[in-house]
């Protein structure tokens, strides 16, 4: 299970990765952040993040299931490879889109 505080793989500005490495990683945990506070707000978000593991050298067919947690983490686990996580630390970022109600007002 990965347990991913997201700032500590963002740049100062907390807008993107904060080295070239984690470019895809914090890409897809930006995904899912966006996919969970969508979600939440019952705004409309499309179809779950796909998995982006890859077993014996395979990508994985899967899309995630994402939900929140009661102590504000969000949870994700793929039901075809098993993968899951935890990310931390996502409130407030680019990504959250649970800040913004009816007319882009900020709600929180």
Known sequence: MWVIDIRH???DEQTGPGAPQLRLKVAKLAEIIT???????D???????????RPNHKPCTGRLKVHSTEDDR??????TC???????GWR?????????GDGGRVVH
């Open 92 to 100: 407030g970022l680019i990504w959250d889109v649970s800040v913004y």
């Open 43 to 53: 705004l409309v978000s499309g179809a779950p993040p796909k998995c982006w593991r």
């Open 82 to 88: 098993g993968d899951d996580g935890i990310i931390d």
């Open 35 to 41: 996919y969970a506070t969508a979600r939440n707000r």
């Open 9 to 11: 793989w963002l740049n």
């Open 74 to 79: 969000i949870h994700w686990i793929c039901p």
